[in-house]
């Protein structure tokens, strides 16, 4: 068994039962550019996988060059830190523990103060994900990688932010990371699917800003109101 390179883990939500169990496009997403380059990696989800201390350490080793944890605020987050803690304990601080997702996008300030986190990808993460990655194996500073923030030693380092992605650039998903099948529903709204797969990331893009969606602000887009006289 090849051991990862990288360690990408998505932990439950608090809300995870039936056709609410998307595939963790997040991690999906920055996984590929990782692929791509050469990299190992190895994807948990937690809420379609048992994640605990045996089963992380089998893939701890010297080859491990950082863990990436995606989080949502809410219940997500408080399972985020238990893996952050674990993988910790696990690699006895020696490996760079790296989280995004819209929290940590949104309050990266708090979000890299915590003692088990130590970088903060802010927004999109495919380009700062790698370039992290790249950076942790080169031993390189991390002042030069775009979208993040990170700690050195007291002070939290905010780096330039990072232009959104064209997603005519977006690479193909890497869907041999996961088990598909545990993601196939029988559709909550369209009661004659049985097989049922979310494809897609619905809120990259999206031009509109709903007050229950954190889209908008990880986006910083500005709503332009459009008056149809008739």
């Given at each position: 068994?090849?051991?990862?390179h990288?360690?990408l883990?998505?932990?439950?939500?608090?809300f995870d039962?039936?056709s609410?169990?998307a595939?963790?496009?997040?991690l999906?997403?920055?996984?590929a550019?990782?692929?791509?380059?050469?990299y190992?990696?190895k994807?948990?989800?937690?809420r379609?996988?048992?994640?605990?201390?045996?089963?992380?350490?089998?893939?701890i080793s010297?080859?491990l060059?950082?863990?990436?944890i995606s989080?949502?605020?809410?219940?997500?987050i408080?399972?985020?830190l238990?893996?952050?803690?674990?993988i910790?304990?696990?690699?006895?601080?020696?490996?760079?523990?790296?989280?995004?997702?819209?929290?940590?996008?949104?309050?990266p300030?708090?979000?890299?103060?915590?003692?088990?986190?130590d970088?903060?990808?802010?927004?999109?993460g495919?380009?700062?994900?790698?370039e992290?990655?790249r950076?942790?194996?080169?031993?390189?500073?991390?002042?030069d990688?775009k979208?993040?923030?990170?700690?050195?030693g007291e002070?939290?380092?905010?780096?330039?932010?990072?232009v959104?992605?064209?997603?005519?650039?977006?690479?193909?998903?890497?869907?041999?990371?996961i088990?598909?099948?545990?993601?196939?529903h029988?559709?909550?709204y369209i009661?004659?699917?049985?097989r049922?797969?979310?494809?897609g990331?619905?809120s990259?893009?999206?031009?509109?800003?709903?007050?229950?969606?954190?889209?908008?602000?990880?986006r910083k887009?500005v709503?332009?109101?459009?008056t149809?006289?008739?």
């Amino acid at each position: 068994m090849q051991m990862p390179h990288v360690l990408l883990l998505y932990p439950k939500t608090g809300f995870d039962y039936g056709s609410t169990v998307a595939p963790p496009h997040s991690l999906l997403a920055v996984a590929a550019p990782v692929l791509k380059a050469g990299y190992s990696v190895k994807l948990f989800d937690q809420r379609t996988q048992t994640i605990n201390e045996d089963i992380l350490s089998r893939f701890i080793s010297n080859d491990l060059i950082c863990v990436g944890i995606s989080s949502m605020t809410g219940t997500q987050i408080r399972n985020a830190l238990q893996f952050s803690r674990l993988i910790r304990k696990l690699t006895d601080g020696k490996v760079p523990i790296v989280w995004g997702g819209a929290h940590p996008s949104i309050i990266p300030e708090q979000t890299v103060m915590n003692e088990n986190v130590d970088v903060v990808v802010i927004g999109e993460g495919e380009d700062s994900f790698l370039e992290l990655v790249r950076a942790f194996e080169s031993k390189n500073e991390l002042s030069d990688v775009k979208g993040m923030m990170y700690k050195n030693g007291e002070e939290n380092v905010k780096t330039e932010e990072r232009v959104l992605l064209d997603v005519e650039d977006l690479l193909p998903v890497p869907w041999q990371l996961i088990d598909v099948e545990k993601y196939i529903h029988r559709d909550m709204y369209i009661k004659e699917c049985s097989r049922v797969l979310d494809l897609g990331q619905t809120s990259r893009g999206c031009p509109y800003q709903c007050g229950f969606c954190c889209s908008a602000t990880i986006r910083k887009s500005v709503l332009t109101l459009v008056t149809l006289h008739i």
